[in-house]
């Protein structure tokens, strides 16, 4: 592994897979209403992984091609399978590692990085490296979340706790999951020019059960489940304080009164010159 890439705090089990399908189809339109590129535009996707949001943006924009890159052969795999299910010819994949991308430079219109930055040691570092590929006055769209942004009902210290094993986890390995706050410095310090940032609040209460399913229950809480080895070896938390905050979760999915938010943040940039 590379000193400038963080472990991958969430692992690359099935299990996992599934977690980022449900992520990407239950903020969907959230973070991608209005990812559009023109036609004939040729844009890059670094760490593409398993294609949760490759589909997306091939679909959205069907008369731009996409370039999209991961380390990971299984991913790409998986990746090119749901291209194929979903027909989308504009979608082409490489294995490619984010520091040595095989491109020269200016070679696209564009770049979109999703959940990227947050697993990589110098973000600016990485970003600006993309940049590179990029020509002047291209476009950079980056996504982040960031887990300080969440809060929620029912809520209790152990909760709390449990959530906070998550980014303590993540920030050993050397990722950074309150990265969405640094967005617009990040992108600045790259190389971005005019960078506007915009929130995206996921909400879920009992009026929105899809929401509240395929968002908190398949997405935030397997999240949060997978840090367990790490949080018990390393004690950052007690075994039954775990138990219970785990359970405390749970119940804001089945509670009437239970209520969840979490903010994504999307920046939008030029290339500069």
Same mark, same amino acid.
């Given at each position: ?13 099935n ?17 991608h ?23 997306? @943006? ?50 696209f219109?564009?770049a ?19 940049m ?40 050993? @390995? ?36 899809a ?20 949080? @018990? ?5 007690e ?9 405390? @979760? ?24």
């Amino acid at each position: 592994m590379r000193r400038d890439r963080a472990g991958y705090v969430h692992g690359y089990s099935n299990r996992e897979a599934q977690r980022l399908l449900d992520q990407a189809a239950s903020v969907r339109d959230l973070l991608h209403h209005d990812s559009r590129f023109p036609p004939g535009a040729l844009i890059l996707e670094p760490g593409c992984g398993i294609g949760a949001q490759t589909v997306t @943006l091939a679909d959205n924009s069907r008369e731009a091609t996409f370039v999209s890159c991961d380390i990971a052969r299984a991913s790409l795999d998986g990746a090119a399978r749901r291209i194929r299910e979903r027909g989308l010819g504009n979608a082409h994949l490489v294995r490619a590692d984010l520091y040595e991308l095989p491109f020269a430079p200016s070679t696209f219109d564009g770049a979109f990085v999703c959940h990227v930055l947050e697993h990589q040691r110098d973000p600016v570092g990485a970003l600006s490296a993309l940049m590179k590929v990029v020509r002047p006055a291209g476009s950079v769209t980056v996504i982040e979340g960031d887990h300080g942004s969440c809060y929620f009902h029912p809520t209790s210290d152990e909760a709390v706790q449990a959530w906070r094993c998550l980014i303590r986890a993540q920030a050993e @390995l050397g990722g950074d999951s309150l990265i969405g706050r640094r967005l617009h410095a990040i992108v600045t310090e790259a190389g971005g020019r005019d960078a506007v940032v915009s929130p995206r609040m996921v909400y879920a209460d009992r009026s929105r059960p899809a929401v509240m399913d395929a968002f908190v229950a398949k997405t935030i809480i397997p999240m949060v489940e997978g840090v367990q080895a790490q949080a @018990l070896d390393r004690g950052y938390i007690e075994p039954s304080a775990w138990e219970k905050g785990l359970a405390d @979760l749970r119940e804001i999915v089945s509670s009437d009164a239970g209520v969840f938010c979490y903010t994504f943040f999307k920046a939008v940039a030029t290339v500069g010159s």
